[in-house]
């Protein structure tokens, strides 16, 4: 499908059409970005999205724990 870029104030954009729109499930915010010279348009995700699940996921595996072991830095030996 071809679309023509217009002119938003100082910058240019792409009208999507609707069905498009609805097939992907964009809403108001997207996320962009640029993979081998184009430019891809995502669902925008709520930062951490799908982490809650990770963990219990891992949990329930016996792999819940810290991934490496604690570094002590000078606070930690020192009083505040």
Do not use: C, Y
Not at 24 to 45: M, Y
Not at 47 to 63: I, K, M, T, V
Request: cysteine-free.
């Amino acid at each position: 499908m071809k679309a023509r870029l217009v002119q938003i104030g100082n910058s240019r954009g792409v009208r999507l059409p609707k069905p498009l729109i609805e097939e992907v499930g964009l809403s108001d915010e997207v996320e962009l970005r640029v993979r081998e010279g184009a430019i891809v348009i995502l669902p925008a995700r709520a930062p951490r999205d799908g982490w809650a699940a990770a963990a219990q996921a891992l949990h329930e595996q016996g792999e819940g724990g810290l991934l490496d072991s604690p570094t002590l830095t000078r606070f930690d030996e020192e009083d505040w």
